[in-house]
């Protein structure tokens, strides 16, 4: 029971930012945005573990009643006894999260693998090196944009295209496009060993993430065999998930369940898949910086 509490706990964080724990506070994933430190020193982005006694989000108990299915006391004495296992010597061990001490958080390596895949580091920043690049990269498009107008004047297409005095009909435009087939589904790092590795009928496109949306992620993996596997075991065992697709991360490959432009409605389908489908437990939410 502990270590399911604990996940709930890890999954909550991600999914929403922020949870509840009576006696001891509310835990909040906390967004910190870029900060320059120096003229050539940048602080990426990352999210850190915080505790406040304030009583913010929803409590954990809540959670508890709404998953396990059973009534507000039962979740409330699940909840005591999980604390009563989880505080020893005035230590708060949740397992794979953090440890509490004294109102101090130290953050599991797990978890701030999951909240900050690029890690905490910062970019190197050299304005001279930058403007040089975008002197160079402007010298070569007014170069190729000069020798692709002499070809198309020396060819008389140039001459051709403003000599045309009609326009085709707009559904013409339209007849030579067809319709893209949709993308199969997708699944976790956790469950290669359960993978069903029939071969897929099409070989899914890897798609670049957006920045600003948000992914309903079900796993990362390093071989493209292993994602297209996940890819597969969705497809077959959960086929109502319609969304599903690989996408690239930054050399790897991230399967996802969903791609929207909100985090909150992300979350939401992430919670209502995760109440559907036990195999939806680890699934989490990432936003593309």
């Known amino acids: 029971m502990k270590q399911q509490i604990d996940n709930l706990i890890a999954n909550i964080l991600l999914d929403e930012g922020e949870v509840y724990l009576p006696e001891v506070g509310t835990l909040i994933l906390r967004r910190r945005t870029a900060k320059l430190l120096s003229k050539k020193e940048l602080q990426r982005p990352y999210r850190e573990l915080q505790?406040?006694?304030?009583?913010?989000?929803?409590?954990?108990?809540?959670?508890?009643?709404?998953?396990?299915?059973?009534?507000?006391?039962?979740?409330?004495?699940?909840?005591?006894?999980?604390?009563?296992?989880?505080?020893?010597?005035?230590?708060?061990?949740?397992?794979?999260?953090?440890?509490?001490?004294?109102?101090?958080?130290?953050?599991?390596?797990?978890?701030?693998?999951?909240?900050?895949?690029?890690?905490?580091?910062?970019?190197?920043?050299?304005?001279?090196?930058?403007?040089?690049?975008?002197?160079?990269?402007?010298?070569?498009?007014?170069?190729?944009?000069?020798?692709?107008?002499?070809?198309?004047?020396?060819?008389?297409?140039?001459?051709?295209?403003f000599a045309k005095k009609s326009i085709a009909p707009a559904s013409s435009a339209f007849e030579a496009v067809e319709e893209q087939p949709a993308q199969p589904a997708q699944q976790p790092a956790e469950q290669v060993a359960d993978?069903?590795?029939?071969?897929?009928?099409?070989?899914?496109?890897?798609?670049?993430?957006?920045?600003?949306?948000?992914?309903?992620?079900?796993?990362?993996?390093?071989?493209?065999?292993?994602?297209?596997?996940?890819?597969?075991?969705?497809?077959?065992?959960?086929?109502?998930?319609?969304?599903?697709?690989?996408?690239?991360?930054?050399?790897?490959?991230?399967v996802a369940l969903c791609e929207v432009a909100s985090r909150s409605e992300c979350g939401r389908k992430v919670s209502a898949w995760k109440a559907q489908h036990k195999s939806c437990k680890s699934v989490w939410v990432y936003t593309r910086e």
């Open 195 to 254: 993978i069903v590795t029939e071969p897929i009928a099409e070989k899914p496109a890897i798609a670049p993430m957006q920045k600003g949306s948000s992914y309903a992620v079900w796993g990362v993996y390093n071989e493209l065999k292993n994602a297209e596997n996940a890819l597969n075991w969705l497809a077959t065992r959960i086929p109502e998930i319609e969304s599903a697709n690989i996408y690239e991360y930054d050399g790897r490959y991230m």
């Open 51 to 161: 505790l406040t006694k304030e009583q913010r989000g929803e409590s954990i108990t809540a959670y508890i009643s709404h998953i396990a299915s059973v009534s507000a006391e039962r979740a409330s004495d699940i909840y005591a006894e999980w604390l009563a296992q989880s505080l020893r010597n005035g230590i708060l061990t949740i397992n794979g999260l953090c440890t509490i001490e004294g109102g101090k958080i130290t953050t599991d390596k797990t978890f701030e693998n999951m909240a900050n895949p690029k890690g905490r580091g910062t970019t190197k920043i050299n304005p001279l090196t930058n403007y040089f690049i975008y002197i160079v990269a402007g010298l070569c498009m007014g170069i190729a944009l000069g020798i692709a107008g002499y070809v198309l004047y020396a060819n008389g297409t140039l001459g051709n295209l």
